[in-house]
């Protein structure tokens, strides 16, 4: 398994950045995620979606954030909109299936106030 994510980047805050996730293999049957830690904290949710589309937010960002998938492209991604200094972080994507979870490299994610 191999996922890439990409997007990150240094950003005002306010801003918005959109992440990628793509992976080497299908997507359709994983529910997909995004997770980021900061430095000094633990990893914690951002957002996952099942393969029918539901979606689940970390409260942090909801209403800010939006997860989204392309089984076409074996793609996930995230729209981050009106992000926040604590929003700094490096951002990993998730592969999950039957309690096992695969990650990719991380993306640092940087918001300057």
């Known amino acids: 398994v191999q996922l890439q994510a990409s997007g990150g980047g240094l950003v005002q805050a306010g801003e918005s950045l959109r992440l990628s996730c793509a992976s080497r293999s299908s997507i359709s049957s994983y529910r997909m995620g995004w997770y980021r830690q900061a430095p000094g904290k633990q990893r914690e949710l951002v957002a996952t979606i099942g393969t029918g589309g539901n979606t689940n937010y970390g409260d942090s960002v909801k209403g800010r954030f939006t997860i989204s998938r392309s089984n076409a492209e074996n793609t996930v991604y995230l729209q981050m909109n009106s992000l926040k200094p604590e929003d700094t972080a490096v951002y990993y994507c998730?592969?999950?299936?039957?309690?096992?979870?695969?990650w990719g490299q991380g993306t640092q994610v940087t918001v300057s106030s």
């Open positions: 998730e592969r999950w299936y039957r309690g096992i979870s695969h």
